[in-house]
């Protein structure tokens, strides 16, 4: 706990003009500077992370799930939004949604590694629905019980990725790349379905979300090129 309140001192100075001396305070005065970047999201990020710190087991609803993803995912896109001089009440209903299917889809994603800590982020209300302990979670057993609970939260994922591409008509094209993460996150559900949402499948730790390094960046020259996310 003593990390998070040395963040937070040193988040307070960078907005009163008194830098530490590290270096990565220094590159983030710097850039705070140059970009009047908002202290509110770096707050939020850091109060996100000592709540989930201090978390034990498992969120019990989805949306504890998608309000974790806010305040750390979306959190980090407000913020490039403002390095990028993006100022756009759209863009960031955008970047919103996007963080939220990259966060909860990375949730996913690192179930393996969490449950080597008794941890996991398949709310507890949707485990219970369909009839998953989180003791089988944290064993690693894999049954159709749990397939279904990570669909379930998978499809809440999805359906923030749609919601952050219907707004893509009327999001300024400066944002356009800073919301790319979207193709990635896009990338991570569709391969949580090759596996049939089994998240312990090892196939999905290959190269990047399941597919290979280079078919990735293809795949986000091509959106970027479009214009696209």
Excluded: C
Aim: hydrophobic content about 45%; aromatic content about 8%; charged content about 20%.
């Amino acid at each position: 706990m003593m990390r998070f309140q040395w963040w937070r001192e040193a988040l307070d100075g960078l907005y009163k003009g008194k830098l530490l001396e590290h270096p990565v305070i220094t590159a983030l005065g710097a850039a705070m500077r140059e970009h009047k970047l908002s202290k509110l999201w770096f707050s939020r990020i850091i109060d996100a992370r000592q709540s989930d710190l201090e978390m034990e087991g498992a969120p019990r609803t989805m949306l504890d799930v998608e309000k974790y993803a806010e305040n750390t995912a979306s959190a980090i896109l407000y913020l490039t939004l403002e390095a990028a001089g993006v100022r756009s009440t759209s863009a960031d209903h955008a970047a919103s949604h996007v963080g939220k299917a990259e966060g909860i889809g990375l949730l996913l994603r690192a179930s393996p590694h969490h449950s080597l800590f008794r941890r996991t982020y398949i709310p507890i209300e949707i485990a219970a629905k369909h009839s998953v302990s989180q003791e089988d979670i944290y064993r690693r057993i894999h049954s159709e019980g749990l397939a279904n609970a990570v669909l379930d939260v998978a499809s809440v994922a999805e359906a923030h990725l749609a919601k952050a591409r219907a707004l893509a008509s009327t999001v300024p094209s400066g944002a356009i790349p800073v919301l790319l993460p979207a193709v990635s996150a896009g990338v991570l559900l569709n391969s949580l379905k090759k596996v049939d949402f089994n998240v312990f499948d090892p196939r999905l730790a290959r190269g990047v979300n399941g597919v290979s390094p280079l078919w990735m960046q293809l795949l986000v020259k091509w959106h970027a090129f479009r214009k696209m996310y």
